[in-house]
């Protein structure tokens, strides 16, 4: 069983964006991600301090805007406005969850599409579903990343996806069906889930359940992507996927920790130094 070591190959994205972001600087062009934290979230402090980490790994600028839990929809939407308003900006990210009294909805469609680095404004999304040039979102972009450097051929096979939510699943499926593999979706009202994914050449589990799928979910020699991540008591990380069990029968899987996770963030590096073309 090969282990697909997200940690190495994120490594490996990281590197090359700083290499292009230096070959940039080189002929005067800057690359600025603008962060944005509502509210005083301590997972949320952690996941925008790892990307400013990564911004200053990669030579990227990164400007921060932590707003206290009070601030309204408005002063927000005002914020965002200025953002897509500077040249020096190129992309803008907005730590989620927002504070309850906001609508998240009208916080994604204010970002300007073409600063869209984590890939979920109607119109990226619309650009990945028809196959146009666009921001991808970065954990699922981050899956197809991790195949492809891993050598594992999606042309033609089947793809079980587990989960269809609009910043895993969906675009998932979508990624997987612009390489050629045939796709399937499985969500909560599935019927027969486990004979389903017992057909797929490559599973990949967004269920958001831990340690939901074991060997009796997986055909012999599979590829098995696990993006879930739950934090067990004595603060343990775990995935969807019951990592020894499935063991015994994959052909290559992803671990919790080191396997997706790091992908996002390498992704959102890549997103930001490359813009929409
Ligand atoms: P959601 O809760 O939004 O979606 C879960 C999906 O799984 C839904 O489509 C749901 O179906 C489906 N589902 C739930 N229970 C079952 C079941 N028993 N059988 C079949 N399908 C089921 O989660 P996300 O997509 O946001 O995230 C999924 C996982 O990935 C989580 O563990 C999350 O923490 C992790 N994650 C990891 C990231 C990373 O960077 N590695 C980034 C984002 C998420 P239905 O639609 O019918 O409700």
């Known amino acids: 069983m090969k282990i697909i070591d997200g940690?190495?190959?994120s490594q490996q994205i990281k590197d090359e964006v700083k290499e292009k972001v230096a070959a940039m600087a080189a002929e005067g062009k800057q690359v600025c991600l603008a962060v944005i934290l509502v509210g005083e979230?301590?997972?949320s402090q952690v996941y925008v301090g790892n990307k400013k980490k990564a911004c200053e790994y990669t030579g990227i600028r990164s400007e921060s805007f932590e707003l206290p839990e009070s601030t309204t929809q408005e002063e927000l939407l005002k914020l965002i406005d200025e953002l897509n308003g500077r040249d020096d900006i190129n992309?803008?990210?907005?730590q989620l969850p927002l504070p309850k009294h906001i609508d998240e909805k009208a916080v994604i469609n204010a970002i300007s599409a073409d600063k869209d680095v984590?890939?979920?404004?109607?119109?990226?999304?619309?650009r990945l579903s028809i196959g146009d040039k666009g921001f991808l979102?970065?954990?699922?972009?981050?899956?197809?990343?991790?195949?492809?450097?891993?050598d594992i051929p999606m042309s033609g096979k089947h793809c079980v996806v587990i989960g269809r939510?609009?910043?895993?699943?969906?675009?998932?499926?979508?990624?997987?069906l612009r390489q050629n593999a045939t796709v399937t979706i499985c969500h909560?009202?599935?019927?027969?889930?486990?004979?389903?994914?017992?057909?797929?050449?490559?599973?990949?589990a967004a269920v958001g359940k831990p340690k939901m799928i074991d060997s009796s979910y997986v055909k012999e020699g599979a590829t098995v992507i696990d993006v879930g991540i739950h934090r067990l008591e004595g603060k343990k990380l775990c995935g969807d996927v019951d990592f020894d069990d499935v063991s015994k029968v994959?052909?290559?899987?992803?671990?919790?920790?080191?396997g997706v996770g790091p992908m996002t963030i390498a992704m959102l590096m890549k997103n930001c130094a490359q813009g929409i073309d």
């Open 165 to 176: 939510s609009n910043i895993v699943g969906k675009p998932m499926a979508l990624l997987m």
């Open 137 to 150: 979102p970065c954990t699922p972009a981050g899956v197809i990343e991790l195949l492809k450097r891993s």
């Open 188 to 204: 909560s009202k599935t019927e027969n889930l486990k004979e389903i994914c017992k057909q797929a050449d490559i599973l990949i």
């Open 91 to 94: 992309g803008i990210l907005v």
């Open 7 to 9: 940690k190495a190959i």
């Open 41 to 43: 979230d301590p997972a």
């Open 250 to 258: 994959a052909g290559a899987m992803t671990p919790v920790p080191g």
């Open 118 to 126: 984590d890939g979920f404004h109607p119109e990226s999304v619309g």
